[in-house]
């Protein structure tokens, strides 16, 4: 078993990671904010995206949900699915596309299970990909607002109604600075 796939199968150390390092982001706010989004998402591409390609199998995306998905890439599903399997999980919990791989979602719910902090986050509603950020910065995308924006035309996942305990009910994404570092 090689490090990468370690790391993704022990998720609460990347958790804890992923804690420090959004805390850092968010105390660098102003500081980034001052010198221009823009400038900062160059610097820091490439130092956010080799590591995370390395560990993750990372796509850039530019809307990372790592700490909601298990520490599992949502978009190495070969169907780019981003809120849990599609329905042609095999028996054995692989791929319906790619029999030899196991489904990502099924690993992400396993993984999630070992997260104390982020876990239960596995049952949020993302939003769909705004194919706009790739290959853009993910950390620069959340401290702007852009990873929560949505291109027009877009239904703003708040506005969809879901039901909870037999009544349609609102999703309210939590607020991106309570949903990221604040949690001991």
């Known amino acids: 078993m ?4 370690w790391l993704r199968d022990h998720p609460h150390l990347l958790e804890r990671a992923y804690q420090a390092t959004a805390w850092l982001f968010l105390q660098m706010r102003p500081l980034i904010a001052r010198l221009g989004y823009s400038r900062f998402d160059r610097w820091l591409r490439f130092s956010e995206e080799l590591p995370k390609k390395i560990i993750f199998d990372c796509r850039m995306c530019g809307q990372c949900v790592l700490h909601q998905t298990g520490m599992t890439c949502p978009m190495t599903c070969p169907k780019f ?3 849990g399997p599609c329905g042609g999980v095999r ?3 692989n791929c319906e596309v ?3 791989m ?3 979602w099924v690993e992400a719910y396993q993984r999630s299970r070992k997260m104390p902090l982020y876990g ?3 049952s949020l509603l993302q939003p769909p990909v705004n ?5 853009s910065s993910a950390w620069i995308n959340m401290l702007s607002g852009e990873d929560k924006s949505f291109p027009p035309g877009w239904f703003i996942p708040s506005e969809i109604p879901v039901m909870v305990n037999g009544r349609f009910s609102p999703v309210v994404p939590p ?3 309570k949903a990221l570092p604040g949690r001991a």
Do not use: K, M
């Not at 090689?2 to 796939?5: A, G």
């Not at 194919?131 to 290959?135: V, Y």
């Open 131 to 135: 194919h706009l950020l790739e290959g």
């Open 91 to 93: 028996a054995n919990g």
């Open 2 to 5: 090689n490090i990468s796939r």
């Open 81 to 83: 699915i981003r809120n």
């Open 102 to 104: 196991r489904c990502v």
């Open 175 to 177: 607020e991106p600075e």
């Open 98 to 100: 790619i029999p030899d």
């Open 120 to 122: 239960s986050e596995i």
